[in-house]
């Protein structure tokens, strides 16, 4: 109810639900959404540019009456990337405004690296949230109106809570904040409150449902049966159809990647009642580039784009990006031509420097996510181990399966190693087994850190920050 102590925020509220309403209903045709995307563009330019010391910096080449007649064909000709690095070194001079002026301070884990503020005022969170909470209404009211919603968050200075949990009380619905890796709640403190207030949806990583799933059948309970969940809303990690089939599965429950984000680029991707991933034109522009080379990738004859992410926000908030290279690989769809609204369909495939050499071969971890679950029914989690005999790359992959039928392991076995060979040319070897909780840390590092590792190459910093983290959940 904040707004309403502030006139000009309850304006933008209300013109935000209006907005993305009208977008979901189909009504933003013809040239509405360019028309929003330049203004926007133009305006978001000047304001970084005059609040924020980095940009004013960035910028500074581009005169007030060449914004004024930017066009979006010139765009990326006219304006520089941000980088990641760039958000590391400059921190606070990439802020468009002071700390004093937003309503909460976030900021990236660091666990590799240096973090970087995230500070979010209250234009950020309507505006985001607002985009959210339409999406939702419609995945909600497919599995009754009764919900109490768990957010399962990785820390206090992460947005998930705050997030998640506003966006519920928009729909009206009961929301319990826990998180789990902490010392005062605990996994068997969580799972006691499932079961107590008869949760009906959580909003969590896939590690993390994973790692409750565990710690519910060592606490002799069925995930399946023993609890009340209808949605698993998954955030934080790359994602792929099987894998939420699997974990649909386990937990008797619809699983949805419900959001594609970063802590510092905020929400780039919202899912439908559909189940699909799709771009947010009204907060965001979206550009894809060969992450090579930096030219912007145009269109193929399906106009699909694949590429790196460069997005740049339509909002004037605390921190807002221009250019910003995500590192992210993603395949942008158009939708079908039945459906209302042109909103793309975004496909994460996993960071730029998570890409994988497989005997001469580039390989996502979109790609090799699907690849290994495509073909094993019922698994729980994997772990590949990349090595190189002979001149030749070779796999090892672990999986942690719901029974010990040798027959199926069997099978499965056979069928990766025949795929991988025709795939690429990597022999394989596969074992079933009990996995750490290595695989537990990819929102926390990366999914390349807790996937996979490669003997290949030097013992790298992730690698290093994903065992550390590892090591301190195993001792639990």
């Given at each position: 109810?904040?707004?309403?102590?502030?006139?000009?925020?309850?304006?933008?509220?209300?013109?935000?639900?209006?907005?993305?309403?009208?977008?979901?209903?189909?009504?933003?045709?013809?040239?509405?959404?360019?028309?929003?995307?330049?203004?926007?563009?133009?305006?978001?330019?000047?304001?970084?540019?005059?609040?924020?010391?980095?940009?004013?910096?960035?910028?500074?080449?581009?005169?007030?009456?060449?914004?004024?007649?930017?066009?979006?064909?010139?765009?990326?000709?006219?304006?520089?990337?941000?980088?990641?690095?760039?958000?590391?070194?400059?921190?606070?001079?990439?802020?468009?405004?002071?700390?004093?002026?937003?309503?909460?301070?976030?900021?990236?884990?660091?666990?590799?690296?240096?973090?970087?503020?995230?500070?979010?005022?209250?234009?950020?969170?309507?505006?985001?949230?607002?985009?959210?909470?339409?999406?939702?209404?419609?995945?909600?009211?497919?599995?009754?109106?009764?919900?109490?919603?768990?957010?399962?968050?990785?820390?206090?200075?992460?947005?998930?809570?705050?997030?998640?949990?506003?966006?519920?009380?928009?729909?009206?619905?009961?929301?319990?904040?826990?998180?789990?890796?902490?010392?005062?709640?605990?996994?068997?403190?969580?799972?006691?409150?499932?079961?107590?207030?008869?949760?009906?949806?959580?909003?969590?990583?896939?590690?993390?449902?994973?790692?409750?799933?565990?710690e519910a059948r060592k606490a002799g309970l069925d995930p399946a049966t023993d609890f009340d969940l209808r949605l698993l809303m998954f955030v934080g990690e790359l994602v792929t159809p099987k894998l939420l089939d699997n974990?649909?599965?386990?937990?008797?429950?619809?699983a949805y990647s419900c959001m594609y984000a970063s802590q510092e680029a905020s929400i780039l991707g919202v899912a439908h009642a559909d189940g699909r991933l799709r771009t947010v034109p009204l907060n965001v522009y979206y550009?894809?580039?060969?992450?090579?080379?930096?030219?912007?990738?145009?269109?193929?004859?399906?106009?699909?784009?694949?590429?790196?992410?460069?997005?740049?926000?339509?909002?004037?908030?605390?921190?807002?990006?221009?250019?910003?290279?995500?590192?992210?690989?993603?395949?942008?769809?158009?939708?079908?031509?039945?459906?209302?609204?042109?909103?793309?369909?975004?496909?994460?495939?996993?960071?730029?420097?998570?890409?994988?050499?497989?005997?001469?071969?580039?390989?996502?971890?979109?790609?090799?996510?699907?690849?290994?679950?495509?073909?094993?029914?019922?698994?729980?989690?994997?772990?590949?181990?990349?090595?190189?005999?002979?001149?030749?790359?070779?796999?090892?992959?672990?999986?942690?399966?719901?029974?010990?039928?040798?027959?199926?392991?069997?099978?499965?076995?056979?069928?990766?190693?025949?795929?991988?060979?025709?795939?690429?040319?990597?022999?394989?070897?596969?074992?079933?087994?009990?996995?750490?909780?290595?695989?537990?840390?990819?929102?926390?590092?990366?999914?390349?850190?807790?996937?996979?590792?490669?003997?290949?190459?030097?013992?790298?910093?992730?690698?290093?920050?994903?065992?550390?983290?590892?090591?301190?959940?195993?001792?639990?």
């Open positions: 109810m904040f707004t309403i102590f502030d006139d000009e925020l309850d304006a933008l509220a209300r013109r935000s639900v209006t907005q993305q309403r009208e977008f979901h209903g189909g009504q933003w045709s013809g040239e509405r959404l360019p028309a929003h995307q330049l203004q926007n563009l133009r305006e978001g330019l000047r304001y970084v540019r005059s609040r924020s010391p980095f940009y004013a910096e960035r910028l500074a080449g581009l005169a007030e009456s060449r914004i004024d007649r930017l066009e979006a064909a010139d765009f990326a000709r006219a304006v520089p990337f941000t980088t990641k690095q760039d958000l590391r070194d400059r921190r606070h001079d990439l802020l468009s405004k002071p700390v004093s002026e937003s309503w909460v301070f976030y900021e990236t884990t660091g666990t590799t690296g240096p973090t970087t503020p995230c500070p979010r005022d209250n234009t950020d969170s309507i505006v985001n949230n607002a985009a959210l909470t339409v999406a939702y209404q419609e995945i909600f009211d497919k599995h009754g109106d009764d919900h109490v919603v768990a957010v399962l968050g990785p820390t206090e200075l992460h947005s998930t809570g705050d997030t998640f949990g506003d966006v519920c009380r928009n729909l009206g619905h009961a929301v319990v904040k826990m998180w789990p890796h902490s010392p005062v709640v605990g996994f068997d403190r969580a799972l006691q409150m499932l079961r107590e207030l008869h949760v009906t949806a959580i909003f969590c990583t896939p590690g993390m449902a994973m790692t409750l799933a565990k974990l649909g599965a386990v937990w008797n429950a619809e550009e894809v580039i060969d992450p090579d080379t930096g030219a912007v990738v145009d269109p193929d004859a399906q106009q699909v784009r694949e590429g790196e992410l460069v997005i740049t926000h339509l909002y004037q908030g605390a921190k807002p990006l221009v250019r910003y290279r995500t590192g992210d690989l993603v395949r942008l769809e158009p939708t079908g031509p039945a459906e209302s609204y042109p909103s793309e369909i975004l496909t994460p495939l996993g960071r730029v420097r998570d890409r994988i050499d497989l005997n001469g071969r580039a390989v996502t971890a979109y790609e090799l996510e699907d690849f290994v679950l495509s073909r094993v029914q019922g698994c729980r989690d994997y772990h590949i181990t990349i090595d190189r005999v002979s001149g030749v790359d070779v796999l090892a992959v672990d999986l942690e399966m719901p029974a010990p039928d040798e027959e199926i392991h069997k099978e499965i076995h056979e069928a990766l190693i025949a795929a991988t060979a025709d795939n690429w040319g990597c022999p394989v070897s596969v074992r079933t087994t009990q996995l750490g909780a290595i695989t537990t840390t990819g929102a926390m590092v990366s999914w390349k850190a807790a996937r996979v590792r490669d003997l290949r190459t030097a013992v790298d910093a992730e690698h290093e920050a994903a065992m550390a983290i590892a090591r301190k959940r195993d001792a639990r």
